[in-house]
């Protein structure tokens, strides 16, 4: 893909937290359309990178930009607004409420009361629960909860939606509904970047792959040379 196709990008990004080196001089590009996964060792700095992105951190140092425009300094709501969306993998979903309520909040932060029910109705569509009628949270299963989070996440209409392990906790057909699900939303036009740990997941649904190491980048390309990639497997096994 051409330069002005990346919506994502990264540059010699950094962050320490007192003397521990999370994200080191990582570079990173996201292209437009993509459906790529950060994978990595624990403790490789994923999720930092994620919080970096979104701008829950601050950088220490290195530049993020987002659609071509220098984001750094922008705080996290403002991103949001500008088309950045994150499901992380703590749950963020009001149990006491029902699936349409907690919808609702979401799209209440972008959408007039007016549209609101329609709104409501689309998200739900998005991630394939209308047929569950209106339970409350806490009687839905793991796997409904976490897609219930991702309609919030696009409540937004992000253009580059980020999952914290999607797939987390959940049995083999949750999985396989969450890969379809991550794989509709892309084909629909939506750029995904999300981390995992299944590698069985991850070449079920990626394209690109990026592996994070110790903060830094450790090796990236397409699903089948990662998979194939002697070092990456030596770190998967502990070696490196
Ligand atoms: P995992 O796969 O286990 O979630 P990860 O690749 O997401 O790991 P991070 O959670 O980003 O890794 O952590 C990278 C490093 O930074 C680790 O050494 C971690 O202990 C440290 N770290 C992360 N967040 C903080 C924080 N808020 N304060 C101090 N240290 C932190």
């Given at each position: 893909m051409s330069e002005n196709e990346t919506i994502l990008e990264l540059v010699k990004v950094s962050k320490q937290f007192g003397g521990i080196q999370?994200?080191?001089?990582f570079d990173f590009k996201v292209e437009k359309g993509a459906l790529h996964c950060l994978i990595g060792p624990n403790g490789a700095g994923k999720t930092t990178v994620f919080k970096l992105i979104t701008g829950l951190y601050p950088v220490s140092s290195g530049r993020v930009k987002f659609k071509g425009r220098d984001?750094?300094?922008?705080?996290a709501s403002k991103r949001a607004r500008n088309g950045l969306s994150i499901k992380m993998q703590v749950p963020g979903v009001f149990?006491?409420?029902?699936l349409r309520e907690n919808i609702r909040i979401a799209a209440g932060n972008y959408v007039g009361a007016a549209s609101l029910d329609e709104e409501t109705e689309r998200l739900i569509k998005m991630v394939k629960?209308?047929?569950?009628?209106?339970?409350?949270?806490?009687?839905?299963s793991h796997g409904q909860q976490q897609w219930l989070e991702i309609a919030m996440a696009l409540a937004s209409n992000p253009e580059l939606l980020l999952l914290d392990e999607?797939?987390?906790?959940?049995g083999p057909e949750e999985t396989a509904f969450t890969a379809e699900l991550v794989k509709e939303l892309n084909a629909q036009g939506l750029t995904i970047l999300f981390i995992d740990h299944d590698m069985d997941f991850v070449r079920s649904i990626a394209k690109e792959v990026t592996v994070m190491h110790y903060g830094k980048k450790f090796a990236e390309g397409t699903v089948d040379e990662i998979s194939n990639h002697a070092g990456v497997k030596q770190i998967y096994l502990g070696n490196v």
């Open positions: 999370a994200v080191e001089n984001i750094t300094g922008m705080s149990e006491d409420l029902t629960l209308d047929s569950l009628g209106n339970p409350p949270v806490r009687n839905m999607p797939a987390a906790g959940m």
